[in-house]
């Protein structure tokens, strides 16, 4: 067996470093859903950590193994508890279905969600009665 072979199967590219190609892939596995979050595409893909990027630049980053638990109340809006924090996001329509079978509650319990974004004041005001718009997240 040749190491060409080997290599081959170690890794997409053929044993080498990452090329701009592999992190195009990467980057086409997520679709971004309205603006005000992001989508795994694959069936079976699952995001590693989810982002969490407020309006002035601020991103925090959680993975996904850390969030002990997910809550979803309309009035209050998602709460996320990882590592004996409390992390809250804000908004309007966050259990509603943004393309068929796409829900933010549901895609963050399925880790299919990489990044939660905090729209500001032109994106709310441009953003339809039925979509997912993310007021504030806190943390």
């Known amino acids: 067996m040749s190491d060409d072979i ?4 170690l890794s997409r590219n ?4 990452p090329t701009d190609s592999d ?12 603006g005000a979050f992001g989508w795994v595409r ?7 950590s ?14 996904y193994g ?14 996320l508890y990882a590592g004996g924090k409390k992390l809250t996001i ?6 509603a279905e943004t393309r068929p079978l796409i829900r933010l509650f549901s ?5 299919r969600v990489p990044y939660v974004v905090e729209a500001d004041l032109p994106a709310q005001l441009k953003a339809g009665p039925t979509a997912t718009v993310i007021d504030q997240i806190v943390w």
């Open 90 to 95: 804000k908004g309007r329509n966050l259990n």
């Open 6 to 9: 080997i290599r081959k199967y």
């Open 14 to 17: 053929g044993g080498g470093p």
């Open 50 to 63: 989810l982002e969490l990027r407020k309006k002035d630049g601020t991103i925090l980053a959680i993975n």
């Open 66 to 79: 850390w969030i002990e638990r997910f809550e979803f109340e309309p009035s209050e809006g998602i709460t």
């Open 23 to 34: 992190t195009e892939n990467d980057a086409d596995a997520t679709e971004d859903v309205g």
């Open 42 to 48: 694959g069936v079976r893909d699952r995001a590693i």
């Open 107 to 111: 895609g963050l319990c399925r880790h």
